[in-house]
């Protein structure tokens, strides 16, 4: 599975507006099903804060995974968001947050859903992947560092 696949480039924000946690899953949420049919905001950040409230996605250096499981959906899908102060996502480093990666999987998606967390975590050990995304200046940018990070495995 390429992330590229599952990327839904219109829901890709690289200027967050928030700067608190909860507004950036709502702010996430909201562009992810209003470029995806059939989502509703409403639902998947009740999904998304349900598991943030299991344990915090923020997994360091910059980065959080939010994720769920939502009912009804048919497929996985992503979207990525980016923060130019960072936000404290209660991360496990208790560092800023800058970069954002929601992953959203069909509620009984399995393994499926697990391979897709562990290929987004391994793209972001990669410390130039990080810088990548940190200064790209465009969506093409942005997918183009996801194209060529996908190329590698």
Known sequence: MK?????????????????????????????????????????????????????????????????????????????????????DFDSIDGLPTQLFFLLVVPEHSGGQHLKALARISRFFRDAAFRARLHEAQSLDDVCRAIEEEDAKF
Request: aromatic share 2%; proline share 2%.
């Open 3 to 87: 992330i590229m696949d599952i990327l839904v480039r219109d829901a890709v924000v690289l200027d967050l507006a928030s700067s608190q946690k909860a507004d950036v899953l709502a702010e996430m949420a909201g562009g992810l099903a209003a470029a995806e049919e059939g989502i509703s905001a409403d639902e998947l950040l009740r999904v998304l804060e349900e598991r943030e409230a299991l344990q915090s996605t923020g997994i360091g250096e910059g980065v959080a995974i939010p994720h769920g499981k939502l009912p009804g959906l048919h497929r996985l899908i992503a979207s990525f968001a980016r923060s130019r102060e960072g936000v």
